[in-house]
């Protein structure tokens, strides 16, 4: 096989068998040398993107264990903003899931964040969102608004989980099914990062149609964060309807 062809089944996500590399690591042409390169490199992604997939999924194979069959990961995006809704999203992940690469979303570029949500949505075997508008964070406050993001994702799953894995220090009230904290879930489990991912492509989502409504404050770029840009456009406009009237950065 030529140095060509090995680089065409390469690029075609071929397998590039022991033999292959061997021939490569003893040839001292340059661009044997660099494929060879490219090889190793790639050999050491996938060692490291399979021992944190192990690492990720030590929580849900403990709770399969102990009998837990329908696990649903949840995680929330949107608690700090000053404009627009917080949104929860919940996940129950087949099993055994070997989705290499899946990861806490704040570990993810955004074009990762989106391709690995269409892949969730698609292959999951249940996914639920739940929101809560400004409005309804400003009546009753931001923590109560995220329990109720939760109960509504929860609501949305076509399945029934018999174990939830949350990311926080505090379960959910109002939820009979059993129920584990998390802190630092979405760097801990792979069913909350399944979920961290969705919700946070989601509200991103949703803040990208609110920048065309209210184009003065730039939605699409800060997504309601309270960036020096946002601060500036509320001193200047003022609040729009999407904005969490309650919050400190909003009031001054």
């Known amino acids: 096989m030529t140095i060509s062809q090995i680089r065409d089944l390469l690029c075609r996500g071929g397998e590039i068998d022991q033999e292959i590399r061997e021939r490569l690591r003893r040839d001292p042409r340059r661009g044997a ?4 390169h490219t090889l190793r490199r790639l050999r050491d992604k996938r060692l490291r993107a399979e021992a944190r997939l192990r690492e990720l999924t030590t929580v849900e194979k403990d709770l399969r264990r102990a009998g837990a069959r329908a696990i649903a990961g949840l995680d929330e995006v949107g608690r700090g903003p000053l404009a627009g809704p917080v949104v929860s999203a919940a996940v129950i992940l087949p099993w055994p899931c070997n989705w290499l690469g899946l990861d806490d979303s704040k570990r993810l570029s955004a074009g990762e964040r989106e391709t690995y949500a269409r892949h969730i949505r698609a292959n999951a075997q249940a996914v639920g969102v739940g929101i809560v508008s400004a409005n309804r964070i400003d009546a009753v406050g931001i ?12 609501a949305s799953l076509s399945i029934k989980p018999d174990r939830l894995l949350i990311d926080g220090p505090f ?40 920048d065309k409504d209210h184009p003065q404050y730039g939605f699409a770029r800060h997504k309601g964060y309270g960036t020096s840009m946002h601060l500036n456009a509320l001193r200047h406009y003022g609040p729009c309807p999407v904005h969490r009237k309650s919050f400190r950065g909003v009031l001054e």
Do not use: N
């Open 33 to 36: 040398q660099k494929l060879e």
């Open 143 to 154: 923590l109560k608004a995220t329990w109720e993001s939760m109960r509504r994702a929860l």
């Open 171 to 210: 379960s959910i009230p109002g939820v009979t099914v059993s129920q584990c904290a998390l802190v630092g879930g979405d760097a801990r489990s792979l069913s909350v990062a399944a979920a961290s991912v969705v919700a946070k492509v989601t509200r991103d989502e949703i803040m990208v149609r609110m």
